[in-house]
C-alpha cells in the first residue's frame, strides 16, 4: 500500500513530484479524503493481508501524528497488517523532533527513510532544502533513540558544485550514521523545475560524465566495504534490510496507491493513476478522480523488462515467454559482446560498466520504443 502526500513546507528546485506548499490547513480533510478512498477501494488488492505501507510525499512528516494515527485506524478497520510488515514513513531532517517521534508511538511505522540529499549546507541551501547537515545527524540519532533502528537516507550526486570530495565526505558522514540503507541517485534535470531553468540560463552546470561516474565508483567501493548489498542501482541496504515496499514494485506485485497523484496497480495488466489534484480529490463524492491503463502484452514485458534489469537479480530468462526470451536475447547480444550485460544462472543482469549506460541498455531491449 502507498499512501501519498502532497504537501511541502517548501519547494525543493529539482524535485517535479506531485506536491504543494499551499493548502496545509487542508490536511485534516485531506486525510478524511483517504479514509474515503480507502473504503471505496479497499477491495483493489485480492487479498485483504496487507505486508508493505509505504507513506511517501510530498513531505509526510508535516502531518500531524494524531491525523497519521487515524489513517492507521481506518487501514486497521479495512485490511490486516501482516505481523511482519515492513512499515515506512518519509521524512525531512528538521521535522523529526522528540514530539514527532513521540507521536510515531501507537503507529506500525517501523522504517523511517530521510532526505539528506547532502551534508554540504552551501549545497542543502542551493537545491532549496530546508535543513541544515547537522539536522540530519541529530535527526538519525534522533530516531535511532527513539527505538527506530531501520533507518534508510537518501542522498543525491551530481549535485551543482559538488566536488568528488564532497561526494565522498557525504558518503562517509551517511555509512557513519549506522544507517541500515541508502539510496543514492544521480541528479535529473527534470523539465518544469526551477532547477532546469537555472541550467538553461547557465546559472548552474551539469556535472560531466567523468565526475558522475567516478562518484558511482566511489559509492559502490564505499556501501560494499562497509558491509552494504547493492540489490538495485541506486540502492544498498545491509543483509535483511532492503526496501520489501520497493522490491514489491520491481517484482510486479499488486499495490494500492491511495491519495492525489498516486498510482496502483493490481497485478494484472490494469493501472490506475489518481489525478494529482488535491482539490478534486478531497472534493470528490463517489471515486476519486483517476485515469486507467490497460497494459498490452508488450507494454507488460517493457515493464518486466525496466524494473528487473535495474535489480542486482536481473531478468529471470525463464520467467519469459519462449518468443519474449528470444527477442530479449537478440536485442542483449550486442552488449553482452561489450560485455555490457551479461548471463548468471539463467538470469540476464547489468555489469557494473553496464549500469553507467543502464537506459540505454533497458530501451534497446523493450519492444514499444524499437
Ligand atoms: S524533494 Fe521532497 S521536500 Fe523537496 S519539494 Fe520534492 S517532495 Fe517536497
Known amino acids: 500500500m502507498y499512501i501519498h502526500f502532497p504537501f511541502c513546507r517548501l519547494r525543493c528546485i529539482y524535485c517535479d513530484f506531485y506536491s504543494t506548499t499551499l493548502g496545509q490547513d487542508t490536511m485534516a480533510s485531506y486525510v478524511r479524503a483517504l479514509e474515503r478512498e480507502m473504503a471505496l477501494r479497499k477491495n483493489y488488492l485480492e487479498s485483504s493481508r496487507v505486508h508493505t505501507i509505504y507513506i511517501g510525499g ?56 530521510m532526505g539528506a540529499q547532502t551534508f554540504n549546507d552551501d549545497i542543502l541551501q542551493l537545491i532549496g532544502r530546508r535543513h541544515t547537515s547537522q539536522q540530519t545527524i541529530d535527526a538519525v540519532k534522533a530516531c535511532r533513540e527513539a527505538g527506530f533502528a531501520n533507518i534508510s537516507l537518501d542522498l543525491i550526486y551530481g549535485l551543482p558544485g559538488q566536488t568528488f570530495e564532497d561526494w565522498k565526505d557525504d558518503v562517509e558522514q551517511a555509512l557513519s550514521l549506522n544507517i541500515k ?5 544521480s541528479l535529473t534535470f527534470e523539465e518544469g523545475t526551477r532547477l532546469d531553468t537555472m541550467l538553461r540560463q547557465g546559472l548552474v552546470e551539469e556535472a560531466d560524465e567523468e565526475l558522475s561516474r567516478q562518484m558511482y565508483d566511489h559509492l559502490l567501493d564505499a556501501t560494499n566495504k562497509a558491509g552494504f548489498l547493492h ?29 492525489a497523484g498516486a498510482h496502483s496497480y493490481d497485478g494484472k495488466r490494469t493501472r490506475r493513476a489518481n489525478l494529482p489534484d488535491i482539490k478534486a480529490y478531497i472534493a470528490a463524492k463517489e471515486d476519486m478522480p483517476h485515469e486507467t491503463e490497460e497494459l498490452s502484452n508488450d507494454a507488460l514485458y517493457d515493464e518486466y523488462i525496466m524494473t528487473r534489469l535495474r535489480t542486482s537479480d536481473g531478468i529471470p530468462l525463464d520467467e519469459l515467454s519462449e518468443k519474449d526470451r528470444k527477442y530479449c536475447l537478440e536485442m542483449a547480444e550486442p552488449h553482452l559482446l561489450r560485455n555490457l550485460l551479461r548471463i548468471e544462472k539463467e538470469h540476464l543482469c547489468l555489469t557494473k560498466e553496464g549500469i553507467f549506460t543502464s537506459n540505454d541498455i533497458i530501451s534497446d531491449l523493450m519492444k514499444i520504443d524499437n
Open 231 to 259: 540489490y538495485e542501482i541506486s540502492n544498498f541496504a545491509l543483509p535483511g534490510y532492503h526496501s520489501r515496499h520497493n522490491s514489491c514494485y520491481w517484482q510486479g506485485s499488486p499495490y494500492l496507491g491511495l491519495g
Open 181 to 185: 540503507h541508502l539510496s543514492a541517485y
Open 58 to 113: 510530498g513531505t509526510p512528516s508535516l502531518l500531524p501524528t494524531d491525523l497519521l494515527h487515524r489513517l492507521f485506524e481506518a487501514i486497521g478497520r479495512l485490511w490486516t497488517l501482516d505481523d511482519k510488515a515492513e512499515v515506512t514513513i518519509e521524512a525531512n531532517p528538521d521535522d523529526v523532533t522528540r514530539e514527532w517521534l513521540e507521536g510515531l508511538r501507537g503507529t506500525p511505522v517501523n522504517r523511517i527513510s
